[in-house]
């Protein structure tokens, strides 16, 4: 079981350029996530989807945009890409929709992470 | 106002010893709770979720007081393999989860 899928592992871009970060559930999640991790800052949403065909911005939105293509995928583009955008990202999802909130149970899973250097 | 506050640490503490993170909300009406830990270059991963009640799991206990706005972790008797950053996680009524920036836990021999 995959889990959450997230490609590139690895990216090095020049400054102006674009680039799409790709990121794939196979749990059947509702909600899915795209965060930023920077040091001393710990991780900021940038883009959030609760379901399939929606989607809200977070705390850091941007310079990003987000397609959530079906229930399975969430893609976060770069359209042109930014010294300050070097950071780690990382795509999550979780199972529990806005009428479940409040269970203590949710649990985040997330994808290995994408280093991004932008240079 | 950042929504959870965490010390950053660094914690380096000996094997065997109790260690005890705090981490503060800034949101009442956050709904749920959680600590997370995040090995270096790596995901986070859940730890365990914070009941009202306060809850354990091994040698994990954590404690959530809603009326300070206050959630605790503390670790005893911590081993080697404990070493981490620990990441506060709350939720609110908009279904989004928010981190705090961790706080770096080194369990030394």
């Known amino acids: 079981n995959a889990g959450v899928t997230q490609t590139p592992k690895f990216q090095v871009l020049k400054t102006g350029q674009s680039m799409t970060l790709q990121c794939a559930q196979d749990?059947?999640?509702?909600?899915m996530y795209w965060y930023r991790q920077d040091p001393g800052m710990g991780l900021r949403l940038i883009y959030y989807?609760?379901?399939?065909?929606?989607?809200d911005k977070g705390e850091v939105p941007n310079g990003y945009n987000v397609s959530r293509l079906n229930k399975r995928e969430f893609s976060l583009r770069l359209e042109s890409a930014a010294p300050s955008q070097t950071s780690v990202y990382f795509c999550a999802s979780t199972n529990k929709t806005r009428a479940e909130l409040g269970a203590t149970n949710e649990k985040l899973f997330f994808g290995s992470g994408t280093q991004l250097s932008v240079l | 106002r950042k929504e959870v506050e965490q010390d950053p640490g660094p914690f380096n503490v000996p094997e065997g010893a109790t260690v005890a993170f705090n981490c503060t909300y800034s949101n009442s009406a956050s709904q749920s709770f959680f600590w997370y830990r995040q090995d270096c270059r790596k995901e986070p991963k859940l730890l365990m979720s914070?009941?009202?009640s306060g809850n354990e799991d091994g040698r994990f206990t954590a404690q959530l007081n809603r009326a300070s706005q206050y959630i605790s972790l503390l670790i005893r008797d911590s081993k080697l393999s404990d070493s981490a950053t620990y990441l506060c996680?709350?939720?609110?009524?908009?279904?989004?989860?928010?981190f705090g920036t961790g706080t770096s836990l080194t369990v030394i021999p």
């Open positions: 749990m059947n999640h509702n909600s």
């Open positions: 996680v709350v939720t609110n009524t908009g279904n989004q989860f928010y």
């Open positions: 914070v009941y009202s």
């Open positions: 989807s609760a379901s399939e065909g929606t989607t």
